[in-house]
């Protein structure tokens, strides 16, 4: 039996100032990037990681990420975070976040649905058949007391901003980077709202992929004060990525 201390990582950061914004506080888009730097090194120290499921063709889908912030890293402050798997499904598994200050308190969490494909048919594997379903050794029942993400539902016909998808927002598997849809989406709102306010809680799904050239159309509706769901469609038809964000 593995010991619960073996199924968590913890991986140490710092702030850089070039990962910051005017507000001196970590950008969401670089958490998250941070976030998915951290699953990978979990799994690859398991025999789960990019690299290895490359080999035989398969790789990791990110479905849904939920972050929710206390407080975010300031500039020059070293931080870490902890990850690990709360559950795995034939086609799906479920992997949490803890960030911790400097001092090693929590003060933020996140929630991460993922698939594994393979790269040849775009189909999900079976995860419970991979390795002899080794996988499950690693569910841990540490806490994560955040919600998972919920669903959004737009009702908006009008797009608030247009894009098209260029070179600085395509990443390695050649479709648009899952942390671009993040960082346009915050461009939506203005600089007032995160000198005011700060982010609290993110959510995104991701539906569909987002290629070179495509058009990308973000439809924003307001849910109360200090909350706002965002769809973004390609090409004026297909929903590629639904978000929420609640700031206060």
Known sequence: MMSEDNKVSTYQFVAEPFHVDFTEKLTMGVLGNH????????????????????????????SRLAVEMEEMP???????????????????????????????????????IWAMISMETRKPADL?????????????????PIDKAGRVKITEQTP???????????????????IKYIEHSLNLFPLEMFREKSLRRFEVAYVAESY???????????????????????NDAEVVVRSKVIFN
């Open 35 to 62: 976030l998915l730097n951290c699953a990978g090194f979990h799994a690859a120290e398991r025999g789960f990681g990019i690299a290895t499921l490359n080999e035989n063709h398969y790789t990791w889908v990110l």
């Open 74 to 112: 300031r500039a020059y402050e070293k931080f870490s975070i902890q990850t690990w798997v709360e559950n795995v499904y034939r086609l799906f598994t479920d992997r949490n976040f803890a960030i911790l200050n400097q001092e090693g308190k929590p003060i933020g969490y996140a929630r991460s």
């Open 128 to 144: 419970l058949a991979l390795h002899g379903g080794k996988i499950t050794d690693y569910i841990c029942k540490k806490e994560c």
């Open 160 to 178: 608030c901003f247009e894009y098209q998808v260029k070179y600085g927002d395509i990443d390695l598997n050649g479709h648009v980077n899952s």
């Open 212 to 234: 070179y050239g495509d058009k990308l159309s973000f439809y924003r509706e307001q849910i109360n004060e200090n909350e706002f769901d965002i769809e973004i469609k390609k």
